[in-house]
């Protein structure tokens, strides 16, 4: 059975069946730094299946999972040209739960929650948007946020990791292969993607996966050179092999 998880934990994953849409839920135990993020497409080979409710859920071993945003099904967000001269685009962003006429904002919410030392409630606030709409590239990053604080914890970087891997591939996703156009801060609707490939750096370095984490800032850098995130220090301290630093900003 294919599905694509939209709240993970270590014994229960909720997600969707990739072919029908339908919400399932599967029971069982993750491997240790091999676990899922939100996002991901994953296969069950289902031992047993039940309903509660109206909830399908499934047991059985996790074979195989992945990083695939085109294989979703996903419609992509456009990404508009600003500046003809610059080549400067922007790109837009969806966030559930907003509207034309309401100043609410549940990204602001969950970082209100985070800074009032509450990210249990920042946390389930950042789930919801993303069941509703796994476009939402700054939920993802978000989430990599809230798990990136438990520095101590290499399973919670790992973790964290991923959930920029997967705000990044969302943004390649609707970026196209071909894009060789500048994505510029002050364009707000450019900075998750941004974030996220900042996260990414960041994650990998803590992990000392330090060629990664330079190549990741060398394609951010390329794409924001005024690098309004201050990436060319960390390229520079990864370079020097230095350990990790707290550059991270919110």
């Given amino acids: 059975m294919k599905l694509v998880a939209?709240?993970?934990?270590w014994n229960t994953i909720t997600a969707y069946a990739l072919d029908s849409k339908k919400k399932v839920v599967w029971r069982g135990?993750?491997?240790?730094?091999?676990?899922?993020?939100?996002?991901?497409?994953?296969?069950?080979?289902?031992?047993?299946?039940?309903?509660?409710?109206?909830?399908?859920?499934?047991?059985?071993?996790?074979?195989?999972?992945?990083?695939?945003?085109?294989?979703?099904?996903?419609?992509?967000?456009?990404?508009?040209?600003?500046?003809?001269r610059n080549k400067e685009y922007e790109m837009e962003q969806v966030i559930p739960g907003t509207?034309?006429?309401?100043?609410?904002?549940?990204?602001?919410?969950?970082?209100?929650?985070?800074a009032e030392g509450d990210s249990g409630a920042a946390y389930e606030i950042l789930l919801k948007v993303l069941a509703a709409d796994l476009r939402c590239i700054d939920a993802h990053v978000h989430m990599g946020h809230l798990r990136f604080q438990i520095l101590k914890d290499p399973m919670m970087i790992h973790l964290a990791l991923k959930n920029y891997q997967v705000g990044v591939a969302m943004g390649e996703f609707f970026l196209g292969d071909h894009f060789h156009g500048l994505l510029p801060w002050g364009w707000v609707d450019n900075r998750p993607y941004l974030r996220a490939l900042q996260g990414e750096c960041l994650a990998l370095w803590a992990l000392d996966r330090f060629e990664e984490s330079e190549t990741v800032a060398n394609k951010l850098l390329t794409l924001c050179p005024d690098d309004n995130l201050g990436i060319r220090f960390v390229r520079s301290n990864v370079r020097s092999r230095d350990k990790y630093i707290d550059h991270f900003y919110d």
């Fill in 6 to 9: 939209t709240n993970t934990g």
């Fill in 99 to 114: 509207t034309k006429d309401s100043l609410y904002d549940p990204i602001c919410e969950a970082m209100d929650r985070k």
């Fill in 29 to 84: 135990r993750q491997e240790i730094f091999d676990e899922l993020v939100e996002g991901e497409i994953f296969d069950v080979d289902v031992t047993k299946e039940w309903v509660f409710g109206r909830t399908t859920f499934v047991s059985g071993n996790i074979v195989h999972h992945e990083i695939n945003i085109p294989a979703l099904g996903l419609k992509p967000l456009p990404v508009n040209r600003i500046s003809q």
